[in-house]
């Protein structure tokens, strides 16, 4: 049995600008401020940390966060249903139906690891067009501060419902950004890293991961048991 643990922003989608705009309005809703949001970099990071980021000068700590983090995320996920009509958010090369061939077999176990809320991952995922079953397990950026702790939370997850245990060179972390990279190291899991997103290639390679893929159009890494037609 592998498991297979995505990020999206990036590595299964684009979403055209949407989440910064839903968190500016959740922001001033729950926050009253935005801090440098304009300018902030969002790859790798948790929704939980980019808060945390965005309102230290205001004084807000990462454990104010988390106490707050329930109430931020519906009133974001709110402000995403009412915008999604005016953005898009595109499935990249090959994402849907890599997902679509690895949730069909019966020795595969398809996740996701975002920093995304749980509810705006949803509608992320539903406006790029893949379907709510597509993925049996997860971890949100709602959960955790740290990227390292979903996936622990998310392989956690997998084998409670499996009932089975991963070892580690079963357990495959898929993303785009270098902290996608260190939070597969976390849990001794292998690596993808793929060059869909905003981070330099030269970026990902410096960091070592076990494949660099220019898209998930040649997925999968071979030499590790998994075909997918």
């Known amino acids: 049995m592998k498991l297979f643990l995505f990020d999206i922003d990036g590595t299964l989608l684009i979403s055209r600008g949407i989440g910064r705009e839903a968190k500016r309005r959740a922001m001033l809703e729950c ?24 309102l230290a000068p205001f004084g807000k700590t990462s454990a104010d966060i988390g106490r ?14 009412e915008i999604k009509n005016d953005y898009r958010a595109d499935a990249l090369p090959h994402a849907m139906a890599l997902v679509k061939q690895l949730r069909d077999r019966a020795d595969t176990m398809v996740g996701l690891v975002t920093g995304n809320t749980s509810m705006t991952a949803r509608i992320k995922l539903e406006m790029a067009g893949f379907k709510r079953d597509c993925f049996a397990v997860g971890a949100f950026g709602n959960e955790a501060a740290e990227r390292d702790k979903l996936t622990r939370l998310a392989l956690e997850r997998a084998e409670a419902q499996s009932a089975r245990s991963f070892d580690g060179g079963d357990v495959f972390v898929i993303g785009d950004t270098v902290a996608d990279i260190d939070a597969a190291r976390a849990i001794d899991a292998v690596a993808v890293a793929v060059c869909t997103g905003y981070t330099a290639r030269e970026q990902l390679r410096d960091r070592e991961p076990d494949f660099l893929l220019d898209d998930l159009s040649s997925f999968p890494p071979f030499g590790h048991g998994v075909e997918c037609g």
């Open 68 to 81: 707050e983090i329930a109430g931020y995320e519906r009133v974001m996920a709110r402000h995403m249903r």
């Open 31 to 54: 926050f009253g401020e935005v801090g440098d949001l304009d300018n902030h970099a969002f790859g790798g990071k948790t929704d939980w940390q980019i808060l945390a980021d965005l």
